[in-house]
């Protein structure tokens, strides 16, 4: 498969979001371990007119990232316990970002299952900090890119709009009635998400 370029990332967020469903995300760990999820589920998180974006009261020291470059990853660690995998996706100097919430395991399942501490398949990269775990990314991946030989997003067919769905975004209280978060349908591999009723 190919990797997809930059002009790949520079479009809008909400759209960005969509059109990363069923690609494959990889990283390549030293000794050449070769890590690869598909991306089930994604959520938009757009600037500062979004209460639930880390950017909504503008730039500071921990959101900056989200104000550089397309394709450049954006992880923080929350709830005391775990990080998370964004991909920055407005034009620079203008915050955005797609959080990824869950992933297919596709390759290096051994590596995911110890970096996990389990064997169920479709508890690997079931939401985002456990597919931060699988992958091995922290903190020190923040700020880097996907276009290099460490991070880069592989190209897979479009995912048809049938297959897609849309609800409100998971796990936030503030704007957490925007339908900014993107889905397979019924893929095994999603997020254990309890949506606002």
Known sequence: MS???????????????ET???KIFVRILPGN?????????????LGEDDEACHAWRGKTK????MYHAPGTLYVYFTYGNHYMLNIVSEPENRAGAVLIRAMEPVEGIRFMEEQRDTRILANLMSGPGKLAKAL???GK???KNIFGEEFFVEDAP??????VGTSVRAGISRS?????????????YLSKVRLPE
Request: glycine letters at 4%; aromatic letters at 8%.
């Open 33 to 45: 371990i070769q890590l690869k999820g598909r991306i089930v589920e994604t959520e938009a998180y």
């Open 158 to 163: 479009a995912m048809p709009e049938s297959m």
């Open 3 to 17: 990797k997809l370029e930059k002009q790949f990332f520079e479009i809008p967020t909400l759209e960005l979001a």
């Open 176 to 188: 957490r009635e925007l339908p900014w978060r993107k889905f397979i349908l019924d893929n095994p």
């Open 141 to 143: 991946s923040n700020g």
């Open 20 to 22: 990363l469903l069923g």
């Open 136 to 138: 091995a990314i922290d």
């Open 62 to 65: 921990r959101n900056q990232i």
